[in-house]
Structure formats: C-alpha cells, structure tokens
C-alpha cells in the first residue's frame, strides 16, 4: 500500500508543484512530522499573494525561507491594499537567492526601486510588472535597468502609453518571449521586432480604450526580414484589416505560429476569405504550423443562413484540412444588436469570453470538417456566462446533434442569474469546465429579475464544495431587494474560510456590521452603495472600535444599477485581521498552534 508519506520526497514535491503555497504551508505541513520535514526541505515554492489575508502572509513570513522561493506574485490592486510594503516589512528580500520569477501588479516606483537594488543578483529569468503611475520616467528608467538583467527571458508589461514609450531596450537585452498588454499603435509592433534580436514570441493584447487605428501601417522599406520571431499572437480592439496585417507579416517568414484576435466587428471581407489567406500562408508564410484567429462582422439585413455556408466553404480544400489540418468553424448569431457572424479557429484561445451569455442565439453553424457533433475547446481564463439559457441552448444543440462547447481553463467565472437556477446546475457547471481551477466567481442579478431563492443556499453551499481553490466571490445585486436579501444569509454569512476577498451590495448597515463581525478569515470586503461617503464615515467608526488598524477608504471604479438607474460606489476594507480579534497571542505562539502535528 502507498500513500504521501511512502513516497521518495522527490516525487511529494512533485505534487507541491501542483498546489499553491497556503495549502502546503497550512494543510499539508501540519498533518504529521514526516510530512512536516518534507515541507520544511521543498524548495520551489511559489507565492502568489493576490489573495492572500495579511495574517497568513505574516505567518509564512516565519515559515517560509526565501531562499526556497522560485516565484514571487505581489499586488497593490482593491484586494491587496499595500500589500508590497507589508512584504517589505517581514521579507528580507536581498535573501530571495533562487527567484526565477517576479510579477509586481500595480506597483509604485519606491517599491519597485527596492526591488530594482537586488533583482539583478536574482536568477531573474521572468519579469512582469502593470503600473499606472504619472511619474513614466522613473518607472521606465527602472524597467530598462532590470531589462539588462543576463539571464532575463520573459517580459511581461501593462502599463501606459507614456511608459511604454519610454524604455530603453538595451543591447544586451536577451529577451525571448514578450507580453505588451495595451499597444497603442503598428508602430509599437515595429519598434519591439526591430530592437529584440533574440525574441522568439511576441504577444499583443489590447485592452486600452479610446484608442483607435485610422491609418494602415506605412510599410517601412528600411526593415529588414525578422526571421528570429516564431510566434506572434495580436488581439485588437479595433478595426484589423488585410492590408495591416499582411504588411506586417511579410516581414515574419519564420513564423510558425499565428493568433490573430478581433475582439469588435471586422469590416474588411477578405479577412473571411479562406482561399485569399491559402494563397498569402502558401506565398510568404509557408513555416506556419498554427493558425489561430476570431473574427466577427456585423450582417446586413438581406444576408441569410447561406452566407454562412459560402464563407465556410472557402476553407474546406485539401489545403486546411489535409495540408494543414486546421479546422474553422463559422456561426451566424442573432441578438438584441442584430446578426452577426463569427469565424474561428477550433481550438479557441482568448482571455475573455462571452459569446454563450445567455444574449445570442445561434441561427446557424458550419464547420469545414463537415462534422458539427465535435467539441469546441474554449483556452480561456474569464467567462461569461447565462446559466439558464446556455442549459437551454445546450439541450437543443444536442439535440439538433450541433457542437457543445468545453472550457478548461477558465479563472474567473461570471454566472447571470435570471429567475431560478436550473436543475442540476453545478453538476453541469462541472461537465464543461474545471471548477477546481476558479479563483473568482461572480454572481450577476439580471436587470428586474424576480429571484426564487428557494433551496438556493444547498445550491451556493455544492458549488463552494467543488471551488476549494476559490479566492474571491462578487455579487452584483442590481439593488434587488430579494437579491440582496438571499446574497446576506445564503452566501455572505456561510462563505468557506478559503475565500478570502468579498464585494456585493448592501442596503442596510446593519447587515454590513454583521459580515464584517463574522468576517475573520477574509482579507478585505468591498460594499457597493449610493450614499458611499456617509456610508464609509460609519464604517470607520465601527472599525476603530472593533478591528484596529483595519482600513477603508471609497474606490472611484463604479457600479451601475440596471434596476433603478444608479451609480454605485465601492467602499473598499481591508481588514486586519493577523492575530485575531482582541487577542494578546504572540505570534510566535500562533505560529506553533498552526503548524502542530500529531
């Protein structure tokens, strides 16, 4: 017979590697001595502070040596309120020796000075940072200093315009694989190839607003072809067309992987085109092994069904499906807005994904493989989703012998709550994607909608038994008076003690100071109200004479309420709760009531 404590210590940290710290540290490592010395000897591990309550990062402050940490995640974002101070307080991060990676979300640039004086004595070989700080020319003077580091590969940014602009890529710099989470214009594109002569994967999202492409891209003749770049992915907000990103491809032989996202409606045609995209792949992309693309335009009222079939036919020669082995699909979708029609590469990749939201309905599908009965693979991290009209649409698409669609990576679910919960919801939750792997889950009151919250907490209490990883649960509660009613004593009141962040609305302050008062093992609660200022005032009343040192202050990023047209308020609180409540524990004490053994 084997079990955990029979295993080679090798393979148990095999297993470490699949688990976040907090259940290795506070699970695992006070279960038995053996297993209390196998923790204390593992040495990759892997913090992620995103979610984690200050008491237990000062805990592992005890615990933890930094010189077996490969992997640091710090964030100063609602959830994390000076998180990356607080780190500095209790770490001593000169001692983080074997740190591989280093992620730093919406950091200040004192904080990341500090981190500039020891990072390049690290084995640094992945960087991330997101900074929206005014001050661009320090921040950038900093990033170009640490991008010099020997052994950096990886580089992740997300930042302004400003900052962007503003670094100085050196020439040393031996970057491999870059991540630019906002570009700003095909001249961005240029200047990272042109200057990253060892990069090999370029990955564009655009995720800033306001921004629009006017002009094609002013082809350069003074560039020279870029056969290093092997992958490049590039999701626009805005209007791609053929002529954009053909002049930017010709310059890319080499490429052997391609994602091409358009996340608004295409107006160009040939983009839909497959035989216009066999002959230019044929002509200058003839490495490319992996073609991934969405695209979608807006139909004209005269277009019917066979538009889907004439599109989809174009990418059904011996070139796709043999040659290539690239399967699309193509949907013609009617909603509020109108039809539409998507095309696709299957597998689907995206951050985001809300196309099966409960708001279209699918007229008609073709896939070029002439079998619609295969699965969609959905590789995304945030889904939207309507419960029971995707039920709905799922059971008639089995029916109709057409494609269910599978997700297997999603992080980050938001549920639309109409009427009731379906029957068997959670069980079918679980048939199309990993409900281990979710971290946030939001739960979204349809505008005006009548809730039956009947055997809704048994329904809340089985979706919580299979989300053991969840960190942070939303309710948006539309100011619906049986909403907010069930979101206090069905959810808020029995949240599990691994989540760890809370936001909902909340009508009466009452209710506020009785989730605050049983709130223990969260981080931080944001309460959505219209009157926020009068609102925080009493809060913070009641925290100084409850939980000191506990914080709150109004965020500006508003709600607003379908229900009775109004904007909404964050009061963001992060609580103090290291030590407990009116506790004289010492910590050191604390430290040995966590991790006894038996």
């Known amino acids: 017979m084997y079990s955990l404590q029979t295993l080679p210590i090798e393979l148990v940290h095999r297993i470490f590697d699949q688990l976040d710290i907090q259940t290795i540290i506070f699970s695992i490592r006070s279960t038995c001595k053996l297993l209390y010395a196998i923790t204390n000897t593992y040495n990759r591990c892997a913090l992620n502070f995103r979610y984690t309550s200050k008491s237990d990062l000062l805990l592992m402050s005890l615990i933890i040596d930094p010189k077996n940490v490969i992997s640091l995640t710090l964030s100063d974002e609602n959830e994390t309120h000076s998180e990356i101070r607080f780190m500095f307080s209790h770490f001593h991060i000169d001692q983080f020796t074997r740190l591989r990676s280093l992620t730093l979300s919406n950091i200040k640039y004192d904080d990341l000075e500090k981190f500039q004086k020891h990072i ?12 929206n700080i005014l001050d661009s020319t320090k921040i950038a003077t900093s990033i170009s ?36 989470a906002q570009w700003y214009s095909w001249s961005t594109v240029y200047f990272v190839l042109s200057h990253l002569t060892f990069l090999r994967a370029l990955v564009l999202k655009d995720d800033s607003a306001g921004v629009s492409f006017k002009h094609s891209i002013i082809t350069q003749y003074d560039i020279k072809q870029l056969c290093h770049l092997s992958s490049l992915s590039l999701n626009s907000r805005y209007n791609l067309t053929t002529d954009n990103i053909q002049s930017l491809l010709v310059h890319l032989p080499m490429l052997t992987h391609l994602r091409l996202i358009g996340l608004q409606h295409l107006s160009d045609i040939f983009l839909f085109d497959g035989f216009q995209w066999e002959n230019f792949i044929e002509k200058k992309l003839s490495a490319l092994k992996k073609f991934e693309f969405w695209f979608r335009k807006q139909l004209n009222p005269h277009e019917d069904n066979t538009t889907v079939e004439s599109i989809i036919s174009t990418f059904r020669t011996s070139f796709w499906l043999k040659t290539k082995g690239w399967f699309v699909k193509c949907d ?52 939207s989703l309507d419960l029971n009209k995707y039920i709905s649409n799922d059971t008639q698409q089995n029916t109709n012998g057409t494609t269910q669609y599978l997700f297997q990576n999603v992080r980050e679910l938001t549920l639309m709550i109409g009427s009731h919960w379906p029957m068997r919801s959670i069980k079918y939750l679980s048939t199309i994607l990993n409900l281990s792997n979710l971290q946030i889950i939001c739960l979204h009151c349809k505008h005006r909608s009548h809730i039956e919250t009947h055997g809704l907490d048994a329904v809340i209490g089985t979706l919580f038994k299979y989300t053991l990883n969840l960190r942070s649960f939303q309710i948006n509660c539309n100011n619906f008076q049986t909403m907010l009613s069930m979101s206090l004593n069905d959810i808020c009141l029995k949240l599990p003690h691994h989540i760890k962040h809370l936001a909902t609305d909340i009508i009466n302050m009452n209710d506020a100071k009785m989730i605050l008062e049983r709130a223990e093992h969260l981080s931080n609660v944001t309460f959505y109200r219209r009157d926020t200022y009068s609102f925080a005032d009493e809060i913070n009343i009641w925290l100084r004479q409850h939980a000191s040192d506990s914080i709150c202050k109004v965020g500006r990023d508003f709600r607003f309420s379908s229900y009775n047209d109004e904007l909404h308020f964050p009061v963001h609180i992060w609580l103090n709760n290291s030590l407990h409540k009116q506790s004289n524990t010492p910590v050191s004490e604390k430290r040995v009531k966590r991790t006894h053994y038996t």
């Not at 010099?148 to 940014?157: D, I, T």
């Not at 951050?351 to 699965?375: C, K, P, Q, V």
Request: hydrophobic content about 35%; aromatic content about 12%.
């Open 120 to 131: 390049m004595n690290y084995p640094l070989k992945r960087f991330s940072i997101s900074s």
């Open 145 to 180: 200093f640490i991008l010099s580091h020997h052994n950096l590969r990886e580089f992740e940014f997300d930042g302004s315009e400003q900052i962007l602009n503003e670094i100085q890529w050196p020439v040393s710099c031996r970057l491999e694989h870059v991540t630019i």
């Open 332 to 383: 013609h979708v009617e909603n509020r807005y109108g039809q539409q029609l998507y095309l696709y590469s299957t597998t689907i990749c995206q951050d985001s994904f809300d196309y099966l939201n409960g708001e279209n309905t699918i007229l008609r599908s073709a896939t070029n493989n002439m079998n619609n009965h295969s699965a969609v693979i959905i590789n995304t991290q945030r889904l």
